[in-house]
């Protein structure tokens, strides 16, 4: 005899699919006050940016005779709101034109904290699961509570004796390091006014997961393009949709692979941004999707979603110090 197993088809939500392009190239992710420098700023960051988009989509060919890349931008208005829509958006695109490039999906970087009324991040970080290095034995208040996540053990915290001297000092150490650690405690969040403000690194997580596809809430996709046809922009940012597709390609705007090309200032974020796609349990049956699309199609992606990011730091003139936000 066999036992039949019964269950709510409701308790277990489908996840739907999206569609996906072999490759997203991100041609932007720029502080304000880039734009508050205006186009002879934009200008400069296009202008080597091109230089490494024929590279980029040369690569990409080597994986499929006909690869499929869509180009993508960012736009900070959650750090700061500097201008309007209807003014800088323009600026943007005209520059790009002038360097030669299309972009075909523009986002708001509010929308990977909040979009259509879905905490995007509120969600994802529920999805963290922290590595416990060796040894650790729970001491620590979890991520949910600190708001730190770190890739190792941290220096635990040291007594003193009666004259001031550490007792019992030990290094921090990379859970999985290699030879010698190189430990990371990233920030996920702050307070601020009685809300959280989410972190610049932890927002570019978000982005990367909704680049790559793997973004999803109760089944359903989450962070999908608009079109958008019309060559007027609005004047406030809260009527601008959290991602527009101003192109009619065909790629879709998530895909098996993500490259961003930035400044170098960006490094330190971008080294942030890995630590954290290590450390979430992505949708099961998203992840599932992409691995049977990708195989299908004689691609198949690395198992760790980190490693399906890749970026260009490109040099940038003159001394750029690192500021808040993005």
């Known amino acids: ?26 041609l932007g992710h720029l502080y304000m006050e ?57 600026m943007v695109l005209k520059e790009a034109e ?16 909040v979009a259509d009324r879905i905490e995007l991040a509120e969600s994802v970080m529920h999805r963290l699961v922290e590595s416990p290095p060796p040894g650790s034995y729970g001491s620590r208040p979890p991520v949910s509570q600190t708001g730190w996540l770190a890739n190792g053990q941290r220096t635990p915290t040291m007594s003193r004796s009666a004259l001031g001297e550490v007792k019992g000092w030990q290094p921090p150490g990379e859970t999985a390091a290699r030879n010698h650690s190189v430990f990371m405690d990233v920030e996920l969040w702050s307070e601020k006014d009685g809300g959280r403000l989410w972190s610049c690194p932890f927002l570019a997580a978000v982005w990367q997961l909704a680049r790559l596809g793997l973004l999803r809430h109760l089944g359903e996709p989450v ?13 406030d940012w809260d009527r601008l949709p959290p991602l527009i597709k101003l192109t009619d390609t065909k790629a879709a705007f ?20 890995r630590l954290i796609l290590d ?10 999707q992409v691995a049977d699309r990708s195989g ?27 500021a808040e936000g993005t």
Not at 6 to 26: I, N
Not at 69 to 77: A, K, V
Not at 98 to 113: F, P, Q
Not at 299 to 313: D, E, I, L, N, S
Request: glycine fraction near 4%.
């Open 1 to 26: 005899m066999t036992e039949a197993v019964f269950r709510e088809t409701t308790a277990e939500p489908v996840t739907k699919s999206v569609p996906l392009s072999h490759l997203s190239l991100e």
């Open 34 to 90: 880039d734009f508050e420098a205006g186009p002879d700023r934009l200008r400069e960051h296009f202008a080597e940016v091109r230089i490494w988009v024929d590279a980029v989509r040369a690569s990409a060919a080597r994986r499929s005779k006909r690869p499929r890349i869509s180009t993508c931008f960012l736009i900070d208005d959650y750090f700061t709101r500097f201008s309007t829509p209807a003014e800088l958006i323009p």
């Open 98 to 113: 002038k360097a030669g490039l299309v972009i075909d999906y523009l986002a708001r970087e509010s929308a990977c904290a």
């Open 223 to 235: 962070l999908e393009p608009q079109d958008w046809k019309s060559e007027e922009f609005p004047h």
């Open 254 to 273: 998530s895909a098996y692979r993500t490259c961003t090309l930035m400044p170098n200032r960006f490094l330190a974020v971008e080294d942030a941004v």
């Open 279 to 288: 450390q979430i349990d992505v949708d099961a049956g998203a992840l599932r």
């Open 296 to 322: 299908g199609e004689g691609m198949a992606v690395p198992a760790a979603v980190a490693q399906r990011a890749t970026y260009v730091f490109y040099e940038e003139p003159g001394d750029s110090s690192e």
